[in-house]
């Protein structure tokens, strides 16, 4: 059977896993980066903004939950909000929480959402934008860039595993069985290849990435990428693989 190596935490994966199952494929797990909740961030007023921005699930997630459990008789007028989503993903994780979209990018990536904001009107606006420890940076600069404001507010932090990893990466590359690795986030992409000795490389698996944020990454490290799914989704992904190989 061939095997795809998911390099996203576990729990993060199984929507994946299952989908890559339904082509025939099976799933080998090896999370390059961990998603650890942060508890230190204080909620600034929200009365002072147009509305909330969310580029990832994990961001949702890690933002809800605290937000329930401290301030649970402000959640109604938290969720009058207008927010606004990077992602199919993103969006069904604000459902969860009965909250709708404002607007969202079903292309996956920062820059649609911003261009999206842009055509509603950004000038004079102020946004708070949830996010993880690492950002490109791309919300907050078209914000700027366009006459608005953008605060930041770090939920989580996005932490690579230990070096010590590498011997057990060596292993499963080693794996006939093998043939893909797939990616899910630039973070991820960086800790693989931090992971990866030089004599690893070139590698002879093929590459797949759930959306051009990441294959950017991949390039810009030196890997060829094969696969990329018209949507960022985790059904599309295992699409996109099955399309270009038979299992």
Not at 13 to 21: D, E, G, N
Not at 66 to 84: I, Q
Not at 204 to 211: D, F, L, M, S, T
Request: charged share 15%; aromatic share 10%.
């Amino acid at each position: 059977m061939t095997t795809v190596l998911i390099t996203r935490p576990k729990a993060d994966a199984i929507a994946f896993a299952t989908a890559l199952a339904q082509y025939g494929f099976g799933a080998e797990y090896f999370p390059t980066i961990d998603i650890v909740p942060l508890s230190n961030w204080a909620l600034p007023n929200l009365e002072g903004y147009d509305g909330l921005i969310f580029t990832s699930a994990n961001a949702v997630h890690h933002f809800f939950t605290p937000f329930l459990s401290r301030m649970p008789k402000g959640f109604a007028t938290l969720r009058a909000m207008n927010h606004y989503a990077v992602g199919i993903k993103t969006h069904h994780a604000l459902q969860e929480y009965g909250i709708d979209s404002a607007l969202y990018s079903d292309k996956g990536h920062a820059a649609d959402l911003a261009d999206l904001l842009r055509q509603i009107g950004i000038c004079g606006k102020r946004f708070l934008f949830v996010r993880g420890t690492r950002s490109l940076g791309t919300i907050p600069n078209a914000i700027q860039k366009h006459g608005g404001t953008c605060d930041e507010l770090v939920v989580y932090e996005t932490r690579p595993f230990s070096s010590e990893a590498s011997h057990d990466l060596c292993l499963l590359l080693s794996r006939e069985d093998i043939t893909w690795i797939s990616f899910f986030s630039p973070s991820a992409v960086q800790a693989f290849f931090n992971l990866l000795p030089k004599d690893a490389l070139p590698l002879r698996q093929h590459i797949a990435v759930i959306g051009s944020t990441t294959k950017d990454a991949a390039l810009s490290l030196g890997f060829s990428v094969r696969a990329v799914p018209e949507i960022p989704t985790a059904e599309a992904l295992a699409k996109a693989i099955a399309s270009v190989t038979s299992p």
